[in-house]
Each structure stands twice: as structure tokens, then as C-alpha cells.
């Protein structure tokens, strides 16, 4: 297979700035309200595919007798993952966002209206699959995590290198599907460190629970190991 040299590209023109500080405000609005509530809040972030319900799914099963938690998902049509989530005992709320292809600060703010934020340990926010716009827009989250599969591309972070910097961890998702692949894990994470160096990577399958524990530790989560 030909390799091709590692370069980064051209920065994305800016966001409109009106939009982005109407929503900077509603966003520390909502982290004002979570700290309040005392719940940690995590907005997850992936292109489509990339295993985000399965992985919510996964620490759902794995953590819901420990953690009180819900989630919001945010997808263009359709609550099939919301209902998904419902199904492993999770409180999912769905969120359409039509035409936009990420979730702002004021659809959670209206969302959360719909939970006992209280009462909760963890709130998993499911932002609309997309590598780009997400990136720009803070919805009051204490963590972000973008989670990249095993298959889509050693290359991904240097390709989409705003929504990777934005990131506190990293999550290499389907780690069982690595040898099927042939992807080249060190590579990746390699990448991943070269263009945003102060975010830490967990690598597992959320299909099969492999390693889930490590990112339970990553998040520093009460849960046993």
C-alpha cells in the first residue's frame, strides 16, 4: 500500500462570530446549571458510524447499577438511538436537529428541562455524527471526547484535525475489528498525539466490553474494575 506523507490541512474559515457568542452563553449557562446539579456531563463526538450509541450502550450496561445516569442524543431524524439507549435502561431523550449537523447549548438547555439533572451521576450528550461542525460549539460539557473507529483511516486526525484539538480523550472504538481491518493502532495514535498532544487515547471494543475499564479509570468514574 502507498503511504503518503503526513501534512495537516488548511484551517476552516471562521464561524460567525454573533452566532458562536449566543451560543458561548447559553453554553456557560449550562455548565453553570450542571455544576449546580452535580453532575459531570460528556459530549461525545465521531463521524457517523463510528460506534457512539453502542459505545453509551456499553457504559450503560456496564456502569448503571453503579452511576446514575441518562443521555441526550442528537441526530438529524429519527429516535431510533434514543430508543436504543432505552432499552439498556438509560433516561435517552432525542433531539432532532433537522438541517444542522451538530447540537448547540440552547438544544440542551431545552433538553435537560425534561431530566432530573439532580439526581443524576452522569449525563452522556450523543452529538450528530460529523467530524466538523460539532467542533466549534460548546454545550457546557465538562469533557469532550471524540471516539474514532478502528477502519475509517489511520489518517483521520490529520484530516480533521479542529475537532481532534478540541478533545480531552480520544476513544479508538471496535477494537475488535482491528485485525480485519489492518489498521495500524500506533499510527493512529501517533497521529492522534502529533496534532492534539494534551488529550489522553483509550483503545476498546464497545461491542465486546475489551478495555472499557480503562476508560472508566481515564475518567477518573467511581465504578469497579
Known amino acids: 500500500m502507498c503511504?503518503?506523507?503526513?501534512?495537516?490541512?488548511?484551517p476552516l474559515p471562521p464561524l460567525p462570530q454573533p452566532l458562536l457568542r449566543k451560543n458561548h452563553a447559553q453554553a456557560l449557562d449550562n455548565r453553570r446549571r450542571f455544576r449546580s446539579a452535580g453532575v459531570r456531563v460528556l459530549n461525545l463526538l465521531s463521524a457517523p458510524g463510528s460506534g457512539k450509541t453502542a459505545l453509551v450502550e456499553a457504559m450503560a450496561l456496564a456502569w448503571g447499577r453503579?452511576?446514575?445516569m441518562a443521555a441526550l442524543v442528537g441526530d438529524q431524524a429519527t429516535d431510533r438511538d434514543a430508543r436504543r439507549l432505552r432499552a439498556c435502561g438509560?433516561?435517552?431523550?432525542?433531539?432532532s436537529?433537522?438541517?444542522?449537523?451538530?447540537?448547540?447549548?440552547?438544544?440542551?438547555?431545552d433538553a435537560i428541562e425534561q431530566l432530573p439533572l439532580g439526581d443524576l451521576?452522569?449525563?452522556?450528550?450523543?452529538?450528530?455524527?460529523?467530524?466538523?461542525?460539532?467542533?466549534a460549539y460548546d454545550l457546557g460539557e465538562e469533557l469532550r471526547l471524540v471516539i474514532l473507529a478502528v477502519g475509517e483511516g489511520e489518517d483521520k486526525p490529520l484530516k480533521y484535525p479542529e475537532i481532534f484539538q478540541s478533545a480531552d480523550g480520544v476513544v479508538i472504538?471496535?477494537?475488535?475489528?482491528l485485525e480485519a481491518t489492518g489498521d495500524d493502532l500506533a499510527q493512529t495514535q501517533?497521529?492522534?498525539?502529533r496534532v492534539a498532544?494534551?488529550?489522553?487515547?483509550?483503545?476498546l471494543s464497545a461491542r465486546t466490553g475489551a478495555n472499557l475499564e480503562a476508560l472508566a479509570e481515564a475518567l477518573h468514574l467511581p465504578v469497579r474494575r
Do not use: M
Open 190 to 193: 501517533e497521529h492522534i498525539a
Open 197 to 203: 498532544p494534551s488529550a489522553w487515547t483509550v483503545a
Open 3 to 10: 503511504r503518503l506523507s503526513s501534512q495537516g490541512p488548511e
Open 90 to 95: 438509560l433516561d435517552a431523550i432525542a433531539i
Open 173 to 177: 472504538n471496535k477494537l475488535d475489528l
Open 66 to 68: 453503579e452511576l446514575r
Open 121 to 135: 451521576d452522569l449525563l452522556l450528550i450523543e452529538n450528530v455524527g460529523n467530524l466538523v461542525c460539532p467542533a
Open 97 to 109: 436537529t433537522g438541517r444542522l449537523c451538530h447540537l448547540e447549548a440552547a438544544q440542551v438547555a
